[in-house]
Structure formats: structure tokens, C-alpha cells
T-cell receptor, first 110, second 113 residues
Framework: DVKVTQSSRYLVKRTGEKVFLECVQD?????MFWYRQDPGLGLRLIYF???????EKGDIPEGYSVSREKKERFSLILESASTNQTSMYLC?????????FGPGTRLLVL | DQQVKQNSPSLSVQEGRISILNCDYT??????FLWYKKYPAEGPTFLIS?????DKNEDGRFTVFLNKSAKHLSLHIVPSQPGDSAVYFC????????????FGQGTTLQVKP
């Protein structure tokens, strides 16, 4: 059973703060993804990583960066949080022809 | 440019009836499609998939139909149950080697008892 965990379920941050969202998977999958989900917009890809220290921009990378120092861990970084980054953030891994998602982090930026 | 579209934001059906969720795509190169289900405050979970070599795939109460010429797929749930109430996303593989998917906007299904 694939397990994808995210460090926080809910987070409240101030504008301008640096925010770290952590994702850990236990299935030794090479490919990991970060999305944000907003009503009416579906899931939009921010970044993905296909190997340790390898990353590729998704559709909406502006204002975000990522880090993949170990295979099981993929971090999303908001360099300077803004109110338009208030959203649900979802991490996923890829294996067996599908993506497996974590429970999500609901981030509120005030 | 939205390459995968779910044009109905919401759908309400009575328990026991059929639910039909629709999805359209624009890129004829897409050849593998998935449906995910998402409850509030949880991550999406994989529901069912279909390859372009098929036009139908069934799994219990869930059936996905693919019409390649119309670039359209639909998810049928029969019979619908209150526990099916959730947001449903369709998705297409952009690259099956990397697992990169493109998602539709989602349809919120409400099944009334």
C-alpha cells in the first residue's frame, strides 16, 4: 500500500514569510509532483522531480521552488508567501500507471 | 489553454440512479486517461482508467467510456450511492514515462438519499 505523507494538514502564514511544505513517500518511486488545487481550476502542476536533485517546472512555477535531496522526500518552498498562494497543496508520486496523492496541506496566507 | 475540460462544475442525482460525468480533451496524442475521486480534506484517489485501444472499461459500479473521434470520455456510476458524493477529476497522461498528468477542472457530484 503506497503511503504519501505531507508534513502539515493546515498552515497559516503571514505575507512575506518563507514556507516549507514537506512530502515523504515510502514506495521508492522516482517521480514526485507538487500541485495546487483551487475551485474551478482543478489540479495545476507546480513542479515535478524525476530523480534526486532533478526537477522540472510545471505549469505554474512562479513564486515556488523545490528541493529533492533524498529519493523519498520532495519539498515545496514558497520563497515569499503571498495571499494569492492561499490554496490546497497536494503532493503525489507516480507508479503502476497512476499517481498516488498525499492528504494535502491547506495553506492560508494572511 | 485547457487541454482537458470538465464543463459541468456540479451534478446532483438521486440515490440508486445513474451518474454520468463528462470530460473532453483537445490533444489527439493523449492515449491514456484516468478518473480520480476526491473527498474534502483528503487527497485524490485513483478510481478507474482507460487506454485508447479500448472504448470501455468497467470496475464494479464504475464504467468509463472513451470516444476517440469525439475526444470525449465519460464516467458512469450505477447505481449511485450517497458515499459517491465527491469531486471527480479526469486526467490524461502527457508523458507516461514520467507520469506527468494534466487534469480537468473537476465535477462535484452530490448523490441525494
Amino acid at each position: 500500500d503506497v503511503k504519501v505523507t505531507q508534513s502539515s494538514r493546515y498552515l497559516v502564514k503571514r505575507t512575506g514569510e518563507k514556507v516549507f511544505l514537506e512530502c515523504v513517500q515510502d514506495m521508492d518511486h522516482e517521480n514526485m509532483f507538487w500541485y495546487r488545487q483551487d475551485p474551478g481550476l482543478g489540479l495545476r502542476l507546480i513542479y515535478f522531480s524525476y530523480d534526486v536533485k532533478m526537477k522540472e517546472k510545471g505549469d505554474i512555477p512562479e513564486g515556488y521552488s523545490v528541493s529533492r535531496e533524498k529519493k523519498e522526500r520532495f519539498s515545496l518552498i514558497l520563497e515569499s508567501a503571498s495571499t494569492n498562494q492561499t490554496s490546497m497543496y497536494l503532493c503525489a508520486t507516480y507508479g503502476l500507471e497512476t499517481q498516488y496523492f498525499g492528504p494535502g496541506t491547506r495553506l492560508l496566507v494572511l | 489553454d485547457q487541454q482537458v475540460k470538465q464543463n459541468s462544475p456540479s451534478l446532483s442525482v438521486q440515490e440508486g440512479r445513474i451518474s454520468i460525468l463528462n470530460c473532453d480533451y483537445t490533444n489527439s496524442m493523449f492515449d491514456y486517461f484516468l478518473w480520480y475521486k476526491k473527498y474534502p480534506a483528503e487527497g485524490p484517489t485513483f478510481l478507474i482508467s482507460i487506454s485508447s485501444i479500448k472504448d470501455k472499461n468497467e470496475d464494479g459500479r464504475f464504467t468509463v467510456f472513451l470516444n476517440k473521434s469525439a475526444k470525449h470520455l465519460s464516467l458512469h456510476i450505477v447505481p449511485s450511492q450517497p458515499g459517491d458524493s465527491a469531486v471527480y477529476f479526469c486526467a490524461a497522461f502527457v508523458n507516461s514515462n514520467t507520469g506527468k498528468l494534466i487534469f480537468g477542472q473537476g465535477t462535484t457530484l452530490q448523490v441525494k438519499p
